[in-house]
T-cell receptor
């Protein structure tokens, strides 16, 4: 069975500082990894994905994530946080079989303070 | 990017009534759509997988007679909450997987159901 762990319920960071939201996963075979962001009372918005290729993936709004196979991690990062980045972030994984479901982590609330 | 439209975004109903939520893929064909439920401050819980032209596959613990799912076309899936009760109040989100590509999911904006 595949699983995703986001060990932090909440991450607090000051505006302008770098941010990291952690994600580790477990899946059979090669992983497809995703990050989504959710603003209050909204659906999920796609940020970025790793399928294959470079381990460092760049996505929307200046976010990036690094795939680390040995540590089975896919941490989300941004060099300089904005107050508007405050939201709920979900990491998700699926195996490379087309029929595999997407499994979500529990979510991490990012709070960026001015 | 691909767009998934979910309607209504908010609905309030009386206990015992039924509510239908629509999920449409606007610019792509979705052979598979997923319905999730999200409780406050929690992650998404997959309720069911909807395949066009066939019966939905429900996750363990989800009552199929309570949450009716229909996927009549490649661009539309509906979730009907039958005989709604206050405990059904939640945020429901659909997603659609394009027929081609890497299997990325595109999400609707969600529907907040409040049952009085």
């Amino acid at each position: 069975a595949q699983s995703v762990a986001q060990p932090e319920d909440q991450v607090n960071v000051a505006e302008g500082n770098p941010l990291t939201v952690k994600c580790t996963y477990s899946v059979s075979g090669n992983p497809y990894l995703f990050w989504y962001v959710q603003y209050p009372n909204r659906g999920l918005q796609f940020l970025l994905k790793y399928i294959t290729g470079d381990n460092l993936v760049k996505g929307s709004y200046g976010f990036e994530a690094e795939f680390n196979k040995s540590q089975t991690s896919f941490h989300l990062k941004k060099p300089s946080a904005l107050v508007s980045d405050s939201a709920l972030y979900f990491c998700a994984v699926r195996g490379n079989n087309a029929g595999n479901m997407l499994t979500f982590g529990g979510g991490t609330r990012l709070m960026v303070k001015p | 990017g691909a767009v998934v439209s979910q309607h209504p975004s908010r609905v309030i109903c009386k206990s015992g009534t039924s509510v239908k939520i629509e999920c449409r893929s606007l610019d792509f064909q979705a052979t598979t759509m997923f319905w999730y439920r999200q409780f406050p401050k929690q992650s998404l819980m997959l309720m069911a997988t909807s395949n066009e032209g066939s019966k939905a596959t429900y996750e363990q613990g989800v009552e199929k007679d309570k949450f009716l799912i229909n996927h009549a076309s490649l661009t539309l899936s509906t979730l009907t909450v039958t005989s709604a009760h206050p405990e059904d109040s939640s945020f429901y989100i659909c997603s659609a997987r394009a027929a081609h590509g890497t299997g990325e999911l595109f999400f609707g904006e969600g529907s907040r159901l409040t049952v009085l």
